[in-house]
């Protein structure tokens, strides 16, 4: 009898198998393993401000400055909601950009643009669209959900000295995203991603990513001071430079409804 | 500037007074403060305009050259409190009429979690229409400055927005009106008659310091966003009654009625599109109508990976006063295309047809701006009336296209 039940649960381990692939490892599982413990270590931070400095250059290096000021409110169960307010150049001043990034399905985003007082809606569906002008789409600079991809480990890599995970990452939203695939190395110690190759509807490699300048906040977070994004097919570039970071400055979700857009200096 | 009344003169003195304060406070500011949260913004710009044909009326020019300035000022103090400051001023070479001073803000603000005061004189927008924009009605329009009536006066206001998790409630005391602004007699885009803006009458016997009131509930519902309000008090759209002025020249007597309106925007999201709707019922000005205007906005986004976006726009606009109605949109078809080619400079072109169905009247609008450093722009304006009727109120502007030139240097 004790033997039949021996036998019996060696069964029941095998036909539980294919649904434990995680243990087993699948290039998959791994790479989905690998996004869930980013997205793990990076949650709780509650909200952040911090102020960027976004460079384009253009093939010839001429260059072209935009100041912007960046405030997200992380929200439970659902994805970040973020304001993003310019600066600079003067005659966009005070134009703010408001997004509610959704896990699943897409984002809600508004913009104020101040000399009208107007707050206007806009169609999230434009991810492949330039942000501002720079090389960053509006999908590169939406938070990054882990709902929002399927994942697949490639290798493992030793990358500028850290090894790392590459793992390419497949948007959900296929009709819509301007990729394919985004291919990320993510070091193996901090799970920070520290380049991104960006391929494009044809396969062919559009854009690199790379940080640069990480910093640990609250003793936990890492944020990357530069970012550099290159685009291989038109010879432009877009660096981010932050600066100010500060973590829990007590945001609040009324700070992130339409309203707030009509107030914000 | 003959034939002012006292009233007008003593408005026009306060408002010079006002302009004086405004612009000394601004530079004592600048040249003493070590205040926090201090900040001096704005724009100067210099406008040419010409137009290709022969004026209709006598005295009107060929072309103008003109100045305007908007600087801005704003403090802020902890817990919220913040003012700010928004002369307007624009010297025309032509014009009297649009030359003209306005303080478009000058309000205190008071921003709590749930709540926003605001005290003085500011402005706010409704709508979510491109071509018409039919239930704003807190600001007057200043139609000197463009004829697309999107430029608006600074209008004195008491205003309390209440934000909870059920919506938004805006709550409006408006105790002083403003008069709309039209073309004076040397200045094209006007009526053939020109407007006596110096003889305005009211049904209310406060005329412009009747208090009017407005209530306003908004709110989003996933895809959807919308608002419906109530508007009671004096309309920002007058009447015209014909009079001869004391030089013996036939004139129209702007005539502003006690109305009220109701209003509706509503706007959802699905995909690349975008649907949008106003209307609006309105009584007291004449008999009661309705009014709508409604249509869509569509996307194409990085055509071809070219980095440009190509939004087409359709909108289509009624009002059942049909040949009585005041906005020229009584049964209108409107196309537009807005190319964002989104380069450095923020190069955008918006063109624009409108089509009137009842009767032949068709005008085509195009607006093209760029960059050039951090802090010069320039923009391009063209109007063109393609065909008018007789029947419509646009056919005394149908000599009136116009190419305009802007170049702006904005601090």
């Not at chain 2, 034939?3 to 040249?31: D, E, P, R, Y």
Request: aromatic residues 12%.
């Amino acid at each position: 009898m004790k033997r039949f039940i021996n036998i019996l649960l060696i069964g029941l381990a095998i036909q539980l198998m294919p649904h434990n692939r995680a243990l087993a490892g699948t290039t998959e599982d791994k790479g989905l393993a690998i996004a869930m413990e980013a997205n793990k270590r990076d949650t709780g931070f509650k909200d952040y401000i911090s102020e960027m400095c976004m460079i384009l250059r253009n093939k010839h290096g001429k260059e072209s400055i935009r100041n912007i000021r960046i405030k997200v409110l992380e929200v439970e169960n659902d994805g970040d909601k973020s304001l993003t307010i310019f600066d600079n150049p003067r005659d966009v001043k005070g134009t703010a950009f408001l997004n509610y990034t959704h896990k699943v399905g897409d984002d809600d985003q508004w913009l104020y643009m101040p000399a009208l007082k107007r707050v206007k809606r806009i169609s999230s569906r434009n991810k492949s669209g330039s942000f501002v002008g720079s090389e960053f789409s509006y999908e590169d600079i939406s938070s990054q959900e882990v709902e929002k991809y399927t994942y697949k480990w490639i290798r493992d890599e030793t990358y500028q000295g850290s090894p790392c995970f590459v793992v390419d990452f497949y948007p959900v939203d296929k009709k819509n995203s301007g990729y394919t695939r985004q291919l990320n190395w993510i070091d193996k110690k901090e799970y920070r991603v520290l380049k991104t190759e960006f391929y494009d509807k044809k396969q062919s490699h559009l854009k690199t990513l790379t940080f640069s300048g990480y910093n640990i906040y609250l003793d936990k977070y890492w944020r990357a001071d530069k970012l550099h994004m290159i685009n291989h097919q038109n010879g432009k570039s877009t660096g981010l430079e932050f600066e100010n970071y500060k973590f829990l400055t007590g945001l609040k979700i009324t700070d992130f409804n339409k309203n707030s857009l009509k107030r914000i200096r | 500037m003959q034939g002012l009344n006292n009233t007008n003169t003593a408005v026009t003195k306060l408002k010079i007074l006002l302009f004086v304060i405004i612009v000394n406070t601004v530079l004592v500011l600048l040249f003493t403060s070590n205040l926090p949260a201090f900040e001096l913004t704005g724009y100067v710009k210099v406008e040419g305009k010409t137009f290709f044909n022969k004026a209709l009326f006598t005295r009107q020019q060929r072309s103008s050259m003109s100045i305007a300035a908007q600087p801005e000022l704003y403090h802020e103090w902890g817990n919220g409190n913040s003012l700010i400051a928004t002369p307007f001023a624009r010297i025309d070479s032509v014009d009297a009429e649009r030359s003209h001073l306005d303080i478009r803000e000058l309000i205190y603000q008071r921003a709590y979690d749930t709540w926003d005061l605001r005290l003085g004189i500011g402005k706010v927008f409704w709508g979510v229409t491109e071509f018409l924009h039919l239930v704003d009605i807190i600001n007057q329009t200043d139609l000197v400055e463009h004829i697309d009536g999107e430029e608006k006066l600074g209008q004195p206001m008491a205003h309390l927005s209440l934000a909870r998790e059920w919506g938004v409630v805006d709550m409006f005391v408006l105790p002083f009106f403003r008069e709309r602004t039209f073309p004076g007699r040397r200045g094209r885009l006007r009526s053939g008659i020109v407007v006596d803006t110096d003889h305005a009458r009211y049904e209310s016997s406060a005329e412009r310091y009747n208090v009017d009131l407005a209530l306003r509930y908004s709110n989003t519902l996933g895809d959807w966003d919308f608002g419906i309000y109530h508007f009671a008090g004096t309309g920002r759209e007058p009447t015209f009654s014909l009079k001869i002025n004391s030089e013996g020249r036939l004139r129209l007597i702007p005539y502003y009625e006690q109305i009220n309106q109701t209003g509706l925007d509503v706007q959802s999201v699905y995909g690349n599109w975008l649907y949008k709707l106003e209307a609006l019922h309105r009584s007291g000005q004449g008999e009661s109508f309705f009014a709508c205007v409604g249509g869509f906005e569509y996307t194409f986004v990085n055509i071809s990976s070219s980095r440009i976006d190509l939004g087409v726009i359709s909108e289509w606009a009624y009002d059942d006063r049909e040949d009585k109605c005041t906005t020229g949109f009584d049964n209108d078809l409107m196309m537009g295309a807005r190319i964002a080619f989104n380069d450095a400079a923020s190069s955008e072109v918006l063109m624009g047809l409108i089509q009137d169905i009842n009767s032949a009247g068709t005008i085509f609008t195009l607006e093209a701006s760029t960059r050039i450093t951090d802090h010069w722009s320039i923009s391009l304006n063209a109007f063109f009336m393609l065909d008018s009727s007789s029947r419509d109120i646009s056919y005394d502007l149908r000599n009136d296209d116009y190419l305009q030139f802007e170049l702006f240097y904005y601090f």
